[in-house]
C-alpha cells in the first residue's frame, strides 16, 4: 500500500486530477518535498548531454583535457546548478549520488590515472565539488 500525500480537490464539479510529482520551472517537486526525482532526472538529463558531445570530451577524442574542460563544463554546469538554491538542502544522500555522477563525467573527460582520487580531480580541473 502506498503512502498518499495528498487529497483530492473538485472545481466546478471535476475532480482535478492527483499526481505523486509536478514539474514547475524546471524542478520536479514530489508530495514529500524530497529531491530524489529531481535529482535523478537532472543525473538523466547530464548523462544524455554527455553522450551527445561524446564525441569531442570523450576519452577517443583527439582534443586536450584543457580543451575538454571547458566544453563539458559549459554543457554539463548548467544542468547541475540550476535551481541549487532549493535542492542545494537535499540530503547528503542526494547529494552524493550528483557527486557520483559529476565525477563520472570529469573521469570520462579529463582521464587521469586511476590513483587520482575524484577530490583532487576536481580541484585539479577547477571544478566545484558538490557537497
Known sequence: MALVCYTSFVVNQIVIPQTE?????????????NWKEHIAKKIKQ????????????????????????????AVIKPIRSYGMELWGCAGKSDTVI???????ILIATANPPRCVTNRTLHTDCNIPYVT
Open 21 to 33: 510529482a509536478v514539474k514547475y520551472l524546471g524542478l520536479h517537486f514530489d508530495c514529500r518535498l
Open 98 to 104: 550528483m557527486r557520483r555522477s559529476q565525477s563520472k
Open 46 to 73: 547530464m548523462d544524455l548531454k554527455t553522450k551527445e558531445v561524446n564525441w569531442l570530451i570523450g576519452k577517443k577524442s583527439n582534443l586536450s583535457t584543457e580543451n575538454k574542460l571547458p566544453v563539458c563544463t
